[in-house]
C-alpha cells in the first residue's frame, strides 16, 4: 500500500495547487513521494523501490548519489553556500563548459534552463534589433512567456493563459521537420531575430528531427542572417561529451545548457558567439553604460555548490564512458522492451535514440513506425499527444511493479545495471497484460 504517499498527497494538496511543485508531477491517482535516491533506483516514504527512469528529469547522467559528485558538493556546502561574490569554483565550471562545448566562447551562469533561454532570446533581439523568434511547435524551451506558446497538446490553442497576446505575437510557429515552411517564414519575415530548436527534436526526441534537418536549418539560418539557438538543456553532455552539436557537427550561435551541466543541482548557463554573449559585458561607464548592454542578475547564478557538483560530474563524463553506457543501456532496453511488445502481439512501439526509452501505443506495424518516426515523417502531434487516461494508467502499473518514468518515456543512467533493465522488461510486460485486463488496449 501507498498509504504514506497518499496521507502526503492529501495534505499537500491543501498547500500546492494539484499538490504538486512541477506540472510533469502531477498523476493521477496521486503521485509518490520519495525518501531516498542512490544509483539507478529510489525509494518512496512508504519502502518501495523503485528502479529510476526519471533520473531527475534528465538532470542525472551518473544516476544518483554519484560518490564524485556528492564528495564534491558535501565539501563545498561546509565551505560555504553562497559567498555573494566572484570564487574559483565558477571559473572551473566555466572552464570546463568552453572546453567541452564547441562553440563555447563565453558563459554566463544562470539558476535555471529557462533563463538560459530567456537570456538566448534577450541577446539574440539586443544583436539584431530585430523582435521575434521562430520556434517548432511541440519543442519546450522553459515556462518564460517568450517561448511557451505552441508547447502541449492541443497545438491549434498555442497561447497558454497568462502569456500577453503581444508576447505571442512574436513567436512564429513552425512544424517539425518542415525547411519549406521554415524557408518561407524567414523569406517573409525580416523581423526575426533568432531560430531556437531541441537539436534532437521536441522532448528530447519524443518527435525526433529528420537526418539532414538541422544540417538545412543552419544553412537557412546563415543565409538570412538570422541567430541559430540550440537549446541543449537536456541534449547537453548528454548526447556526447560535447552536447549534440558535436555529435551532429553542427555549429549554432548560442546553445542554452542546465540539468547535467550542474550535476543534479540547479543551474544552467547561456553559451556561445564572444560578440554575441560579450553585449552582457559593461563598456565604458559601468553606471551610466548605454551602449546596448542587456542587463542580467540573478542571486543564485553560478552558486559554488551547485559549481562544485556541476564541475564533478563534467570530469566524470569528460571521456565519454558514461554516456556510451548510458546509450547502451537505452539501446538493451529499447530492444528488449519492443520483443516483449512483440510476444504479447499489441500495436505498440518503443523508439528513442542515446539514452532516451518513448513508448507508443497504437503506433502502427513496429517496423514501419520505427522508420517513420526516425525519418520525422510519423504525425508529431500523435508522438506528442498520449491518450491521459492510457499514460496515466500506465505510469501507475509500471510503479506497482517497482519502475518509475515520466508517464511514457524515461531516460536511462550509465549506473543502471542488467538486473535494473530485467525489472524494467518484467514491469513492462505485467503492465501489458494488466492494461489488456482493463480493457485499455486491445489483446
Ligand atoms: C529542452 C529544455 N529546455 C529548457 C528547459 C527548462 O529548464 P529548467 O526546467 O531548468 O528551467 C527544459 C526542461 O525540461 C528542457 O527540457
Redesign the pocket.
Known amino acids: 500500500m501507498l498509504n504514506r504517499s497518499l496521507a502526503l498527497y492529501e495534505k499537500a494538496s491543501r498547500i500546492f495547487p494539484n499538490g504538486v511543485t512541477h506540472d510533469s508531477r502531477f498523476t493521477a491517482p496521486f503521485p509518490i513521494y520519495a525518501s531516498r535516491a542512490e544509483a539507478g533506483r529510489k525509494w518512496d516514504v512508504d519502502g518501495r523501490e523503485y528502479v529510476d527512469l526519471w533520473m531527475g528529469?534528465?538532470a542525472l547522467l551518473l544516476g544518483h548519489c554519484y560518490p564524485e559528485m556528492v564528495a564534491a558538493v558535501s565539501e563545498q556546502v561546509a565551505r560555504g553556500t553562497h559567498y555573494g561574490a566572484c570564487h574559483e569554483l565558477e571559473v572551473e565550471w566555466g572552464e570546463w563548459v568552453t572546453k567541452l562545448i564547441p562553440t563555447a566562447e563565453r558563459v554566463r551562469f544562470t539558476s535555471?534552463?529557462?533563463?538560459?533561454?530567456l537570456m538566448a532570446l534577450r541577446l539574440a533581439r539586443t544583436f539584431s534589433g530585430k523582435r521575434k523568434v521562430l520556434k517548432f511547435i511541440g519543442?519546450?524551451?522553459?515556462?518564460h512567456d517568450n517561448l511557451n506558446v505552441g508547447v502541449l497538446p492541443p497545438f491549434d490553442e498555442p497561447v497558454p493563459p497568462g502569456v500577453l497576446r503581444e508576447v505571442a505575437d512574436t513567436v512564429c510557429l513552425c512544424p517539425p521537420n518542415q525547411i519549406d515552411q521554415v524557408e518561407a517564414i524567414l523569406d517573409r519575415d525580416d523581423d526575426i531575430a533568432c531560430v531556437i530548436v531541441?537539436p534532437t527534436g521536441a522532448?528530447?526526441g519524443v518527435a525526433p528531427l529528420r537526418p539532414g534537418f538541422l544540417e538545412d536549418l543552419r544553412r537557412l539560418t546563415l543565409q538570412h542572417d538570422v541567430l541559430l539557438i540550440f537549446?541543449?538543456?537536456?541534449?547537453g553532455f548528454r548526447c556526447s561529451p560535447g552536447g549534440a552539436q558535436s555529435y551532429y557537427n553542427i555549429k549554432p550561435d548560442l546553445t542554452?545548457l542546465?540539468?547535467i551541466l550542474a550535476g543534479g543541482l540547479?543551474g544552467?548557463c547561456l553559451t556561445g558567439r564572444r560578440d554575441i554573449m560579450d553585449l552582457l559585458a559593461f563598456r565604458g561607464d559601468r553606471e551610466w553604460d548605454t551602449c546596448r548592454k542587456m542587463p542580467h542578475q540573478g542571486t543564485f547564478n553560478a552558486n559554488p555548490v551547485s559549481a562544485a557538483a556541476g564541475i564533478a560530474t563534467l570530469k566524470t563524463i569528460e571521456d565519454g564512458t558514461h554516456i556510451a553506457r548510458a546509450n547502451r543501456n537505452g539501446e538493451i532496453l529499447r530492444n528488449r522492451l519492443n520483443g516483449v511488445i512483440s510476444d504479447h502481439g499489441v500495436d505498440w512501439v518503443v523508439y528513442g535514440d542515446f539514452s532516451g526509452v518513448k513508448f507508443l501505443p497504437d503506433s502502427g506495424p513496429m517496423d514501419q513506425s520505427l522508420e517513420a518516426i526516425a525519418g520525422g515523417t510519423y504525425d508529431y502531434r500523435r508522438l506528442k499527444a498520449p491518450d491521459p487516461v492510457l499514460r496515466d494508467t500506465f505510469r501507475a502499473s509500471m510503479q506497482l511493479e517497482g519502475v518509475d518514468l515520466h508517464g511514457l518515456t524515461g531516460l536511462t543512467a550509465s549506473v543502471h545495471t542488467n538486473e535494473d533493465l530485467d525489472q524494467v522488461v518484467r514491469a513492462f510486460d505485467c503492465t501489458l497484460d494488466r492494461l489488456k485486463r482493463q480493457g485499455l488496449i486491445g489483446t
Not at 535555471?112 to 533561454?117: I, K
Not at 519543442?139 to 515556462?143: A, L, P, R
Open positions: 528529469h534528465g535555471s534552463g529557462t533563463e538560459a533561454t519543442h519546450f524551451h522553459g515556462w531541441e522532448t528530447f537549446d541543449e538543456v537536456v541534449t542554452s542546465a540539468k540547479p544552467g
